[in-house]
Nanobody
Framework: QVQLVESGGGLVQAGGSVRLSCAAS????????MGWFRQAPGKEREFVAR????????YYANSVKGRFTISRDSAKNTVYLQMNSLKPEDTALYYC?????????????WGQGTQVTVSS
């Protein structure tokens, strides 16, 4: 079993920056991909960014492209989300997730989420 624990959320002013971390623990951790998702009040959960674990290929939602950066530290089993130029509409509960297999486009493990609130 894999556990994912997010940290780094908080209250930040518009235009500010926050870095989220997601640490994985449990059995030998070697996923195909790690992703960040978010869910704002009254809205559905949406994709933010993802990174392949071995190759480091990254993909972003259009709404965060150019402002957010996803990265990973394989030695620490940790994925990061650097969030710059934050906007009030970035306010949400942010989740990290792990996708174990490339052939199955589903995320198998999810963290509990960390809240990011951006004030205007």
């Amino acid at each position: 079993q894999v556990q994912l624990v997010e940290s780094g959320g908080g209250l930040v002013q518009a235009g500010g920056s926050v870095r989220l971390s997601c640490a994985a623990s449990g059995r030998t951790f070697s996923p195909y991909e790690m992703g960040w998702f978010r869910q704002a009040p009254g809205k559905e959960r949406e994709f933010v960014a993802r990174i392949t674990w071995s190759g480091g290929n990254v993909y972003y939602a259009n709404s965060v492209k150019g402002r957010f950066t996803i990265s990973r530290d394989s030695a620490k089993n940790t994925v990061y989300l650097q969030m710059n130029s934050l906007k009030p509409e970035d306010t949400a509960l942010y989740y990290c997730a792990a996708r174990v297999q490339a052939f199955r486009p589903l995320y198998d493990y999810w963290g509990q989420g960390t809240q990011v609130t951006v004030s205007s």
